[in-house]
């Protein structure tokens, strides 16, 4: 089991060595977030630019939609080698690396003469991102401990919020500034001196070393974990020229390839080898496996409902690209406003706050549902935003939460593989969510041509996952009871040495 005495102690340090904080280490985290919040945003800001993509390069629907899939693709397939070589080899330098190839792919696609060349970049610039995002929370882990560790993750829980709600908004800006045939390519070309910027921050900032495993890498686990990731996500990536009915025998051949994986890994543990990711994060670590289930059920519907609201306001009610994401804009004010106050109240409360967010979450995207269904379309946009806001509010109390509790008692050492599982595992949800919301809203509007129906629909799907999020939470909630009552039941006996003097412990706080 990994040792939870090993969660506070620095990368590579004896047991009982102290740690000592970062003077940077704020200034550090500034820039990481930045980082993130850049690659996040790019699974997203595309997509309000693929009609002028389509017209401008000549490319077919089919085709321009690997602007966007190709890139959400790549992106969760490193992850967790990412993770495992940041690890292995030191953040700093896996950071380094996938930034330097982010803002090189992004100058390339902002230059691309054909679509062919467009999605070769994207293909690029999602490996990177991919590289990236796994270091983000290692990071944090490395240089945070106690209460400050929970408000760093809680700025960075309030950045995966903004970055997620905000990709239309930004990008339909972009696209009113930049106007004409070729104002796309600026959806990319404004991350290159914004990553140019932050590499040279980075190369100050970012503490040197940090890896705390061997550098074996497994290879045939990352060929296992990569082939099955593939063949689970292609289909959904896929999802909108049919590749759901086309495509639906690599499903059952993605399962058989990451059962082949989870077998390899327990053997490589076995016999004493470094695994790609270790399977007794999920069995043996407090939190963690849940914590992942938690996170991938509620992403399905937070990374769907987005295309679902799209769909409705500009097909619909026949809003701007640029209009649509701003009626958007109040669940992604209030997604970063409690989430950054979720991560200063993590220490103290734990998995109550993300119990307390999912039940709010699906309080604010059911009135939403049922403010669609009964307001005239004309005021549809205005009366949805306190539903919207609420959702927010509950949202950035899951998200921040969640990725605390989830990572808090992994090792350091292990701290870049398990935020890749973490972040593969919600990768994965919002893939399938991307993939069944705007099928439901487009199934439910064929049948009924009910614009508000159909998106009412959706945000149903939304509230059916939140559900199930929240009672997943419920569960770790009870069971981190139960193992603190059980703690303090044995607490007398532990103060009490042989000889009867007191001495001074302390049960695990959840």
């Known amino acids: 089991m990994p040792p939870r005495a090993q969660t506070d102690a620095p990368p590579g340090a004896a047991p009982g060595d102290e740690f000592r904080p970062d003077p940077k280490r704020w200034s550090a985290l500034s820039v990481t977030l930045v980082v993130g919040f850049m690659t996040l945003l790019d699974v997203s800001i595309v997509s309000v630019a693929l009609p002028s993509l389509q017209t401008d390069l000549g490319a077919t629907p089919a085709t321009v939609q690997w602007v966007v899939s190709g890139y959400a693709l790549t992106f969760g397939l490193v992850l967790v080698p990412a993770g495992r070589l940041g690890d292995a080899l030191g953040r700093r330098r896996l950071f380094l690396v996938g930034l330097a190839g982010f803002v090189l792919s992004s100058a390339a696609a902002g230059a691309a003469p054909s679509v062919g060349w467009l999605i070769a970049a994207r293909l690029v610039q999602g490996l990177a991102a991919g590289c990236l995002a796994p270091q983000n929370s290692a990071l944090i882990q490395q240089l945070f401990r106690g209460p400050e560790r929970g408000r760093a993750f809680g700025l960075f829980g309030a950045t995966v919020g903004i970055s997620t709600a905000v990709g239309p908004i930004a990008g339909g800006a972009i696209l009113g500034l930049a106007s004409g045939p070729d104002g796309w390519r600026w959806l990319f070309y404004v991350n290159v001196p914004i990553g140019v910027v932050a590499f040279a921050l980075a190369l100050r900032l970012l503490p040197r070393g940090g890896s705390g495993g061997r550098g074996h890498i497994d290879g045939v686990g990352v060929a296992l974990l990569g082939a099955g990731a593939l063949a689970v996500l292609f289909p959904l990536v896929q999802a909108e020229s049919g590749g759901l009915s086309r495509l639906w025998w690599l499903f059952p051949v993605g399962a058989l390839l990451l059962a082949l994986f989870v077998a390899w890994e327990r053997r490589v543990v076995a016999r004493d080898g470094q695994p790609v990711f270790d399977p007794r994060l999920v069995t043996q670590t407090r939190g963690y496996g849940i914590g992942a289930a938690l996170g991938t059920v ?97 949202g950035g109390f899951v998200i921040s939460p969640n990725i605390t509790m989830t990572l808090r008692d992994v090792p350091v050492s292990m701290a870049g593989s398990a935020g890749g599982g ?47 999020a929240l009672v997943l939470g419920v569960v770790d909630l009870r069971r981190s009871r139960a193992e603190d009552a059980a703690a303090a039941a044995e607490q007398p006996d532990e103060r009490h040495g042989p000889d009867g003097v007191h001495s001074h412990g302390h049960a695990a706080h959840h």
């Open 422 to 468: 973490l972040q593969t595992a919600q990768r994965f949800g919002a893939a399938i969510g991307t993939a069944a919301l705007p099928g439901l809203f487009y199934l439910v509007l064929s049948a009924t041509g009910d614009h508000p129906a159909a998106a009412a629909a959706g945000l149903a799907v939304s509230v059916l996952g939140a559900g199930a």
């Open 298 to 394: 509620y992403f399905v519907g937070f990374s769907g409902i987005w295309l679902v609201f799209a769909l409705f306001f500009q097909t619909g009610l026949g809003y701007t690209p640029l209009q649509s994401g701003l009626a958007v804009t109040p669940f992604a004010i209030g997604s970063a406003s409690s989430a950054v106050v979720a991560g200063r109240l993590v220490e103290q409360y734990g998995r109550r706050l993300t119990v307390i967010g999912l039940a709010v979450v699906m309080v604010g995207l059911a009135a939403a549902a049922v403010v669609l269904l009964v307001v005239p379309p004309s005021a549809a946009g205005w009366a949805v935003a306190p539903a919207l806001l609420l959702g927010g509010i509950g």
